[in-house]
């Protein structure tokens, strides 16, 4: 029968749902990229804001987080819309991983498992300068740069990089200022030692992200440094990255494998997509410093092939 005069309606395609948020999506590099492997698979896939109240969510096969980078100052209510959505449809990764990863106290989680992360001290409740400050200091010691974030947080916004008390006596000053600033407005914080390694731009040196789709490795890259030091708290919906393609060792290869594991006992799930961020420690071996379960970039245009994988990785979601 000629296709033109067949009566019977066509199967539409699967439509899946590219979470993201008003400002992100015309900033998401990946986005058009994957967007056109998807629908090269047989997808019909678009960007949709994850808080636009006339979205029906149910319409869709799947809906994937990506770009939603604007859930750090209204994370009761993203939490809550992860709900809502998986009611109706399937969400990836699920409502449960998204709530324990979004908050970056799953650090202490990991290392509780025996995973290597970069050390880290999390204050809680407000308190005054001055104890935030004697906090900071049995932290980090006194030859350290300092790194202040919420424990909420996304693209690095409210994060800071401070110098060592060695290098500059205000630094701590500075640094818990910064810190009670936070706790202050009901905020978690977490207080790190600047790595020395991340600004090492050797073949092994800096920040290496691996990326894994559908339990997969996928590819990897560099993120040159990202925090100035001195800067003001990043206060844009993200911090520019610099990024650059490169083959991850064994090492890191199986470190993260350790953090996925963990963190698959953690939730009970697998994750359609992750991203695990290591950086050299201290003797050299690969630590933890962020593991990201909800909107990482890709950074597709860094390795040929990785929007054809991710796509696939999402088309076996939706047709299993």
């Known amino acids: 029968m000629n296709d033109a005069l067949d009566p019977r309606p066509r199967p539409r395609s699967p439509r899946v749902a590219l ?28 960007g949709v804001v994850w808080d636009d109240p006339d979205v029906d969510w149910s319409a869709f096969e799947l809906v994937v987080i990506r770009s939603t980078w604007d859930y750090a100052t209204r994370h009761r209510e993203f939490i809550e819309w992860t709900e809502r959505v998986q009611a109706v449809t399937d969400l990836r990764n699920p409502a ?15 290392a509780d498992d025996g995973v290597a992360v970069t050390p880290t001290t999390f204050l809680t409740t407000p308190m005054p300068e001055a104890e935030v400050s004697e906090r900071i200091a049995e932290s980090v010691g006194s030859d350290r740069g300092i790194v202040v974030k919420p424990t909420v947080s996304a693209g690095s916004k409210d994060t800071a990089r401070y110098a060592s008390r060695a ?7 500075a640094a818990a200022t910064h810190a009670a600033s936070l706790l202050d407005r009901g905020r978690a914080v977490m207080v790190q030692p600047y790595l020395d390694s991340v600004d090492d731009d050797g073949a092994d040196g800096g920040e290496t992200g691996l990326v894994f789709l ?8 560099r993120k040159g440094p990202l925090l100035a030091l001195g800067a003001d708290p990043v206060a844009g919906l993200y911090a520019e990255e610099t990024i650059s393609a490169r083959e991850p060792k064994d090492e890191q290869l199986a470190v993260a494998a350790t953090v996925l594991d963990a963190a698959r006992a953690r939730t009970g799930f697998t994750e359609l997509y992750a991203r695990v961020d290591l950086l050299p420690g ?9 593991l990201e379960l909800c909107e990482p ?18 088309a076996a979601k939706v047709r299993r």
Not at 167 to 173: C, R, T, V
Not at 214 to 221: E, K, L
Not at 282 to 290: F, H, K, N, T
């Open 297 to 314: 970039s890709f950074f597709l245009t860094s390795s040929p092939g990785s929007a054809a994988r991710a796509a696939e990785a999402i």
């Open 282 to 290: 201290e003797d050299g071996s690969p630590v933890l410093l962020e």
């Open 167 to 173: 290098e500059d006596p205000h630094a701590l000053g």
């Open 19 to 46: 979470a993201t948020s008003t400002e992100a999506w015309s900033l998401d590099e990946d986005a058009p990229l994957l967007t056109a492997a998807l629908a090269d698979v047989g997808l019909d896939a678009r």
């Open 96 to 110: 449960a991983v998204i709530a324990w990863n979004t908050d970056k106290r799953y650090l202490a989680d990991l």
């Open 214 to 221: 559908g339990g997969t490795f996928s590819h990897a890259f």
